[in-house]
């Protein structure tokens, strides 16, 4: 796999590239031009990827066009911070943007826009205050009431409209509506708010305007200018589409090449959070590392977590594109990037639980080897290979060595025999133990001549993993399972009540084989029997890499002994 989308397959099908096909063949279209547009209040998420993929996905499928927009209506939530953020993810999972725009580009022709609607009778500056507004509002059962304000003159809506803009009142005073029908069944026709003032300081106009335009003018109408087609959004948007549709109806802009609005079901996966203020909560509560916390399905969580932009573009191509909500299982992302770092990983030795043990017999009876030359892949000789030092004292894991286990028990217990992964056939001959009872301590023998063969009347019960403890490079190891104990956190009232508390687990003294010692940030490993992992980008240092647990080798769930 290469690193770009842009040179990988397709899409799968779905109703939005068929709304595409019958908009070519009956004329309605003649290209594609979409756009990604997030607020930027937040770090993106595994969800943004989802949106991602597609928007950019159908630009690159049909030679089209996609933007990234900043939907930037709101100044008091904006961070440069985020902006930063967001082009490093879209760039990271392989995707280029035609151009960056904001919906704040637009707010002198928005401002006109809604002129236009004010001379055509169609917008009217309200006084009541935002709590008034939604009691009139309704519900779906009831009708609003229309405001008493609702029919004042063009000239007087005019008149407030430019007070409004010249900084005439406070907050929350006035606004300004469009006319449309307080009866209508859908709630976000009944009189929407179009523009609110607020005293801010915006990241990009700076404290030129006081007033901004509301989400659904601006969404329809920046589409609009910058020639967008097919406007993806999520389900939640779908009652929008009406008052999308009626503001482009009502304005002077080219009628003939309108962009239409489609919805799509949102990404919602097990154990994860997608939502910006839920993730912010978090990290402004100190519950994680920051917004990449390898926890954490932000994006750049994950890349921190060692997951690849191939394995999360495959994610998204196998959950396809529908109108059905679903939660998809965590197990359906893992088994992307396993697929994705199984083939592409460097295989390591890396013991996370050291316990000592003594090869007794070395340097007698032929044991005098004091390296092995190893593959770094078993698939894939074109990664080379490299050599792993051995020696009288070893390091294996403390879950591979029992006094006496039953024969299910496939690794090392007194008496009986294993191999050691690229290297000999040992039989534990005794062990040593502290006051507490705990083994500190295996005395073993090797078996000659079997290093890579099998030899008569020696029958090994498994494979173990090993370092040599005389020259093995010593470091912290960070393990990570779900940060939620609960797979659905954003259901939760007390998000905090469903933390998990042994998410992290940091394993100080690993010992890992000199190699992984000259790993750097962006390298991933399968340690062998254990899982992938990745350099961690945050607490590494030069010569010194600490690694973080992408995934372990099998589903936990279904992982036997
Ligand atoms: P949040 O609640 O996290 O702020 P949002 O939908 O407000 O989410 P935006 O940054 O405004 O986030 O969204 C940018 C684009 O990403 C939108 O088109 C939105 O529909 C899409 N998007 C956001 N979350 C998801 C999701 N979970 N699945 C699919 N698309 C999503
Ligand atoms: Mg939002």
Redesign the pocket.
Known sequence: MTDSAHSEKSIPRNFITDIIDTDFKEGRADHVATR????P??YL?I??A??ICLNFGLARDYQGTCNLRY?DTNPVKEDPEYVRAIERDVQWLGFKWTEIRHSSDYFDKLYNFALELIDKGLAYVDELSPDEIRAYRGTLTEPGKESPYRNRSVEENRSLFEQMKAGKFEEGKVCLRAKIDMASPFICMRDPVIYRVRYATHAQTGDKWCIYPMYDFTHCISDALEGITHS???LEFQDNRRLYDWVLEHISIDQVHRPHQYE?S???LEYAL????K?NFLVQEGVVDGWDDPRLATISGMRRRGYTPQAIREFCRRIGVTKQENVVELAALESCIREDLNATAPRAMAVLHPLKLVIDNFGQDGITETSFTVPNHPERLELGERQISFGRELYIDEADFREEANKQYKRLKLGAEVRLRHGYIIKAISCEKDESGRVTLVHAEAVPNSVGNNVEGHKPKGVIHWVNAGDCFKTQVNLYSTLFTDPNPGACEDILSVVNKDSLVVLKDCCLERSLEAAVVGQSFQFEREGYFCVDSKTSQQGHPVFNLTVLLRDNKKAAL
């Not at 990604?36 to 607020?39: A, G, L």
């Not at 997608?274 to 203020?277: A, E, I, M, Y």
Request: aromatic share 8%; hydrophobic share 20%; net charge positive.
């Open positions: 990604f547009p997030p607020e209040n937040g998420h969800g943004h989802k949106s939907d993806i959004c999520t799509f949102r990404l919602n997608t939502s910006k203020r993730l």
